[in-house]
């Protein structure tokens, strides 16, 4: 393995911490975005119970000792009560607007990856290339072992940066959709809770 990386030169070592990156990225966010989901059932269905008995107060105080995305977004439909209903509506979407930059954090270093890692990889070509024709230029057309370790360099990078970009993008690709589906199951919840406050 690392008979390879010194073949392919400093860059495939940008691209390797790229692909550990992404990969870590992908995992925290996965388990975050399962953690979520489970809190937010609890805390709609407990905020929701003390709505419905009439104890705002203490369905503020469980918002305010929680810590997950959904809980900001009841505390401003909660502070609300009383409003007319398009009101408190209004509060809890722009309330929720705000955390779902929590959501998708992240998400747009992981982006960032897929789109530098196949660059990286031109690089690497690129130079690659360079110390090739610069041993031509040396030494004339030389010999396969001459010419070796620019090609080796320049096929390595592109395939190392192609191998890192084409999962990365998947995998974004799949957060992106899951995010999208905590975002409305938090617009589902907050829905719930504002037609609660309204009647």
Not at 57 to 70: I, M, Q
Not at 159 to 167: M, Q
């Amino acid at each position: 393995m690392m008979e390879i990386f010194d073949k392919g030169g400093p860059l495939l070592y940008v691209i390797a911490f790229c692909s550990v990156l992404a990969l870590g990225i992908f995992l925290e966010r996965l388990w975050v975005f399962s953690r979520l989901r489970r809190e937010f059932q609890t805390l709609a269905a407990e905020v929701g119970s003390l709505v419905e008995n009439g104890k705002s107060a203490e369905a503020e105080a469980v918002c305010l000792r929680t810590r997950n995305p959904l809980a900001p977004v009841f505390l401003a439909a909660l502070k609300s009560a009383g409003k007319p209903r398009d009101q408190i509506k209004q509060e809890a979407e722009e309330a929720g607007s705000r955390q779902t930059v929590f959501v998708n954090r992240y998400l747009g270093l992981m982006s960032t990856i897929a789109t530098l890692a196949p660059l990286l990889g031109l690089l690497g070509t690129v130079l690659g290339m360079i110390q090739a024709f610069n041993v031509i230029a040396v030494q004339g057309v030389g010999t396969p072992a001459t010419l070796g370790g620019g090609i080796s360099q320049a096929l390595l990078t592109t395939a190392a940066g192609l191998s890192v970009a084409i999962p990365v993008i998947l995998l974004h690709r799949y957060l992106s959709s899951r995010a999208s589906l905590i975002v409305l199951e938090m617009e589902e919840h907050s829905l719930h809770l504002v037609n609660l406050l309204s009647r």
